[in-house]
């Protein structure tokens, strides 16, 4: 009898280019293709697409690839509206997907989240809560320079790619007003001939451009970030000077024009620095904080714990309904803007600390005494084990944790109910349409 022969077909090797069949989405919003039994993560292609990728990592079970060509699109696919010379924007990866379908996505990786990640079970999960609007709802944007045939640009990077950028002259991503102030600042570093910062060349001044928005007091502050250099005065407001090759925005900023921002969110007034976190969506941010509150169910007399406050919103949106509210934030200019924000709004019961929580709780706890509520909204890593066993030590009958990553909320809330809390109820929160980006509250009681 003959031997079966096995044709192992040969692994696909980095560079390569495949045609794949998108069939799903992975967590953090790629789409999943099989090749030869070989899952492929595939960027810029939704599920029903057959694409031409090419593999940008091969490993042993898994690949991942960027699609280079939408050979057969989804029939479920709507046209995208955001594009910059011709190309969909890369801010909105999703544009493709009919925002209903957007919405379901967002709820089943979080669902899966939970259910997988965290082996949790018994909460009841909400109907997603929509954005408030699906298009200009970003109140910031950061914009890149570059060289784009032989001149300036001011836009994103090309999907993909660290060295080229698409001039953009609407982003549906940004107010009317944001990419008439983009635009205004192109033209003048093209009237004055100032070039683009070359990361590989170490050469050039423009590195880039953040617009931040007021969406409720239409006060716009522009943000110029580049080399070390002499030039004409910007028009933008903050000029901040970061060197040598690396990327980022973090450098000594000096004021030019206004150096706080307003905004105005929950009927309440807020100063923002320019270092410190503002939630981008400022209209939906509303809703989430509406969210929150119901989750946090005060009747007045309670203690509460934010912790990770930024510059106070949530917790100067609970004050009114609470007790006594208490803020720990990392960035010290955020808690100065949080002090100042409880003042200009006439709140006296909300005092702000500027610590580590990891390193601010313990203390916090031994001032106050327990709480009854803790509300968490860390960054995308989540909560550590040592800050979750500060959580735990704070013995707060609910906890309300927003979180803006499904991966890093599922084992916090795994390790909180080992500490005999149970998750009750979970509502997404759409803050990021045209993206995979997840928000979402959770409620955990004990
Ligand atoms: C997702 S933002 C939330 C801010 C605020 N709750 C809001 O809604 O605008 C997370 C905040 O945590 C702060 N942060 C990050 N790590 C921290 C730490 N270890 N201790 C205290 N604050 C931290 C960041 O500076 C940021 O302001």
Redesign the pocket.
């Known amino acids: 009898m003959a031997t079966p022969t096995t044709h192992r077909v040969p692994r696909p090797r980095h560079g390569d280019e495949l045609v794949l069949q998108v069939d799903s989405i992975a967590q953090g919003g790629r789409g999943v293709a099989r090749a030869n039994g070989y899952v492929v993560f595939v960027s810029g292609a939704l599920p029903g697409d057959r694409v031409r990728a090419r593999l940008t990592k091969a490993k042993r079970d898994f690949a991942e690839a960027q699609a280079v060509e939408l050979i057969d699109p989804s029939p479920d696919r709507v046209p995208d509206r955001c594009l910059h010379g011709g190309e969909p924007c890369p801010g909105a990866p999703w544009q493709g997907l009919p925002y209903r379908r957007q919405l379901d996505e967002k709820t089943k990786q979080i669902e899966e989240a939970l259910r997988r990640l965290g082996k949790l079970d018994g909460f009841e999960l909400e109907p997603a809560e929509p954005a408030a609007q699906e298009w200009r709802y970003r109140n910031k944007l950061e914009y890149s320079f570059g060289e784009h045939d032989g001149h300036l640009a001011l836009g994103f990077h090309r999907r993909g790619s660290w060295t080229e950028v698409i001039d953009v002259e609407d982003c549906l991503l940004a107010s009317e007003l944001n990419n008439a102030v983009r635009n205004k600042v192109r033209e003048w570093a093209q009237r004055e001939g100032i070039p683009a910062y070359d990361r590989r060349q170490q050469a050039g001044v423009l590195r880039n451009l953040v617009v931040r928005e007021g969406r409720r007091t239409a006060q716009v502050q522009t943000r110029l970030v580049t080399a070390p250099a002499s030039f004409a005065k910007p028009p933008v407001d903050l000029h901040t000077v970061v060197e040598g090759p690396g990327g980022g925005t973090d450098g000594p900023t000096g004021v030019l024009g206004e150096e706080f921002l307003a905004e105005e969110l929950a009927q309440l007034e807020f100063r923002v620095s320019p270092t410190?976190?503002?939630?981008t969506n400022t209209e939906t941010?509303e809703r989430l904080y509406e969210i929150a509150a119901g989750y946090a169910e005060l009747s007045g007399r309670e203690r509460v714990f934010?912790?990770?406050?930024?510059?106070g919103?949530?917790g100067l949106a609970l004050a009114r309904r609470a007790g006594e509210v208490w803020g720990?934030?990392?960035?010290s200019e955020?808690v100065a803007d949080a002090e100042e924000n409880a003042r200009r709004n006439g709140i006296a019961n909300a005092r702000f600390i500027a610590?580590?929580?990891?390193l601010?709780v313990r203390p916090l706890l031994e001032r106050t005494g327990r709480p009854d509520v803790v509300v968490v909204?860390?960054?995308r890593a989540g909560l550590s084990k040592q800050v979750v066993r500060r959580v735990i030590e704070c013995g707060a009958p609910r906890i309300v944790y927003?979180s803006?990553n499904p991966t890093t909320l599922a084992p916090n809330a795994s390790q909180l109910t080992e500490a005999g809390y149970r998750l009750q109820r979970v509502r997404p929160v759409d803050m990021f349409p045209q993206t995979p980006h997840i928000e979402c509250v959770a409620l955990l009681e004990k």
Do not use: H, K
């Open positions: 410190a976190f503002f939630q941010a934010d912790l990770y406050c930024g510059i919103t949530i720990i934030e990392t960035v955020a610590a580590d929580v990891r601010g909204d860390p960054p927003v803006c």
